[in-house]
């Protein structure tokens, strides 16, 4: 990649809760919006499609499911590229592949063109500009993460309430030709929320470290380096992402079911189509500020290290919801149920990927998310075809609802047991997260390396003292016994032996 920095995410660099976390926060926000509210905004293009290419429309539906699958599938391959180039540089591709899709489209002469453009190489280059937002967001936050999840997850409700009513004028005005021309260029602004991604770099440290450092790492040179693993497999050994994996794939059935089926469920009522997309419209303005809301309560000092049974009783709120919701029998109860269920959604869109940050951390999270999303890349292909073949066959929402609501009750069951009977706590647990937002693992590194630090100081000073005594003495070297002699071993153990004792080691000639 020649000059290109890559983001590692080495542990050693401290995340700065601010600064330009903020902009990498409003690129997640504006990259957030466009992957989840895109497929949605596209349907409003569905009716000239129809009528273009003479098709149904369960085949123009196959458009927003194919962007959606390649969105949630393609986690996988996300991960091996960001752990091989870099976020920025991935982003920055994936912009250009999210427009290119959109403006290519544009000149389809059948259905199967829209499936290659829109759904498979627009969502592909969303997918490339997700998972990486998230990924750096991660990095840029600790202590303040919940709190930036919750307002990068508010970009989809306000993305969807823009563009929707955006994809309507320019249908009108330009055609579904020209929309789709239009839309591909303002999907280049991935591009530039790729280009916000800057890398973390550690601070600048003193000379006399940069020379020490210099000297290990020359030795370090000469030792055979692992490699890099482009997708670690080993989260699967962790019993809390196991756990997470399963109950989101269970929650993904029913989760996005009600938004789909709610304003037919209005029409089916007997009212009008404006009055039904106006639940759309209250549900969207409620998520808005449930999202942001749920990310400060989950970022409070007795609220964060409990944030995953936060998350069982958001999914427990939004199945509860849904199984109340079948029971409405005119527009006021499902306004209300809008507003229930626009919170509910709000708290689970809010705390899903920071409750999986939390479980695996920042180092393998890149490869976490991606293995997660194709779990549920299989789930969102099933759950909405299933509720509406259960409709086929019933000819009552109210089954819909019920259903829907059962499997995320299911899957918040299966989260909060399995933590509370599986996942043992540490006595040093209270501990793990300090003020500064670094953990236990951390500082032990950090430790680690100041001590390989002091005692390599403490070796140069005792050979210098050893080089100067035979010119002290008329160059004669006096023969010294073996009781004074100090080897690297020696200084080691002395070392550990006062850490252990609680003595604090400050200058190695008092030490010594």
């Known amino acids: 990649?020649?000059?290109?920095?890559?983001?590692?995410?080495?542990?050693?660099?401290?995340?700065?809760?601010?600064?330009?976390?903020?902009?990498?926060?409003?690129?997640?926000?504006?990259?957030?919006?466009?992957?989840?509210?895109?497929?949605?905004?596209?349907?409003?293009?569905?009716?000239?499609?129809?009528?273009?290419?003479?098709?149904?429309?369960?085949?123009?539906?196959?458009?927003?499911?194919?962007?959606?699958?390649?969105?949630?599938?393609?986690?996988?391959?996300?991960?091996?590229?960001?752990?091989?180039?870099?976020?920025?540089?991935?982003?920055?591709?994936?912009?250009?592949?999210?427009?290119?899709?959109?403006?290519?489209?544009?000149?389809?002469?059948?259905?199967?063109?829209?499936?290659?453009?829109?759904?498979?190489?627009?969502?592909?280059?969303?997918?490339?500009?997700?998972?990486?937002?998230?990924?750096?967001?991660?990095?840029?936050?600790?202590?303040?993460?919940?709190?930036?999840?919750?307002?990068?997850?508010?970009?989809?409700?306000?993305?969807?309430?823009?563009?929707s009513p955006l994809g309507q004028v320019l249908q009108y005005e330009y055609g579904w030709r020209g929309g789709f021309l239009i839309l591909g260029g303002i999907l280049l602004n991935c591009c530039a929320c790729g280009a916000l991604m800057r890398p973390l770099t550690g601070p600048k440290k003193p000379e006399g470290d940069l020379a020490i450092e210099e000297g290990a790492s020359a030795e370090e040179t000469?030792?055979?380096?692992?490699?890099?693993?482009?997708?670690?497999?080993?989260?699967?050994?962790?019993?809390?992402?196991?756990?997470?994996?399963?109950?989101?794939?269970?929650?993904?059935?029913?989760?996005?079911?009600?938004?789909?089926?709610?304003?037919?469920?209005?029409?089916?009522?007997?009212?009008?189509?404006?009055?039904?997309?106006?639940?759309?419209?209250?549900?969207?303005?409620?998520?808005?500020?449930?999202?942001?809301?749920?990310?400060?309560?989950?970022?409070?000092?007795?609220?964060?290290?409990?944030?995953?049974?936060?998350?069982?009783f958001a999914m427990i709120f939004n199945g509860t919801t849904d199984l109340v919701g079948s029971l409405a029998k005119d527009y006021g109860a499902l306004v209300v149920f809008c507003i229930f269920f626009g919170i509910s959604y709000g708290m689970v869109g809010a705390l899903q990927f920071e409750v999986l940050m939390t479980i695996v951390g920042t180092d393998k999270f890149p490869s976490a998310i991606g293995l997660v999303l194709l779990m549920e890349a299989m789930a969102v292909l099933v759950g909405p075809p299933?509720?509406?073949?259960?409709?086929?066959?019933?000819?009552?929402?109210?089954?819909?609802?019920?259903?829907?609501?059962?499997?995320?009750?299911?899957?918040?069951?299966?989260?909060?047991?399995?933590?509370?009977?599986?996942?043992?706590?540490?006595?040093?647990?209270?501990?793990?997260k300090l003020e500064n937002g670094i953990d236990t693992t951390e500082m032990e590194q950090l430790n680690k390396l100041e001590q390989e630090v002091v005692e390599k100081e403490v070796v140069e000073e005792v050979k210098e003292k050893e080089k100067e005594a035979p010119k002290a003495n008329g160059g004669v070297e006096e023969p010294r016994p073996d009781s004074a002699m100090v080897d690297s071993g020696e200084v080691e153990r002395f070392l550990t032996e006062g850490e252990q004792n609680g003595d604090a080691v400050s200058n190695p000639e008092t030490n010594l």
């Open 1 to 163: 990649m020649g000059g290109v920095a890559l983001d590692d995410g080495s542990s050693r660099v401290k995340a700065p809760d601010g600064g330009w976390g903020w902009v990498v926060l409003f690129g997640c926000f504006v990259i957030t919006g466009f992957s989840y509210a895109f497929p949605k905004a596209v349907s409003v293009f569905f009716k000239e499609l129809i009528r273009e290419f003479g098709v149904g429309y369960s085949d123009t539906a196959w458009i927003s499911s194919i962007l959606l699958a390649m969105l949630y599938g393609t986690g996988p391959l996300c991960s091996v590229m960001v752990n091989r180039f870099g976020c920025r540089p991935v982003m920055m591709v994936g912009g250009l592949f999210a427009s290119l899709g959109m403006i290519l489209a544009s000149f389809a002469t059948s259905i199967i063109h829209i499936y290659l453009c829109v759904g498979v190489i627009t969502g592909l280059g969303l997918a490339l500009n997700f998972q990486p937002s998230l990924i750096m967001l991660n990095r840029y936050f600790s202590e303040k993460r919940p709190l930036a999840n919750g307002l990068a997850a508010a970009g989809s409700p306000v993305a969807l309430c823009a563009l």
């Open 222 to 312: 000469n030792k055979p380096k692992p490699k890099a693993k482009l997708l670690d497999f080993t989260v699967f050994k962790d019993r809390g992402f196991i756990i997470y994996a399963v109950a989101a794939t269970i929650m993904v059935l029913g989760l996005f079911v009600p938004p789909v089926f709610v304003v037919s469920y209005a029409k089916d009522l007997k009212y009008e189509d404006n009055k039904s997309a106006l639940l759309l419209t209250i549900l969207g303005m409620i998520d808005i500020f449930a999202r942001p809301t749920c990310g400060l309560i989950a970022g409070l000092k007795w609220v964060r290290p409990r944030c995953v049974y936060l998350f069982s």
């Open 386 to 432: 299933s509720a509406g073949r259960l409709l086929d066959a019933t000819k009552d929402y109210k089954n819909v609802f019920l259903l829907a609501g059962c499997e995320v009750v299911l899957a918040a069951v299966v989260l909060a047991t399995c933590n509370f009977l599986f996942i043992k706590k540490t006595p040093q647990e209270p501990d793990a």
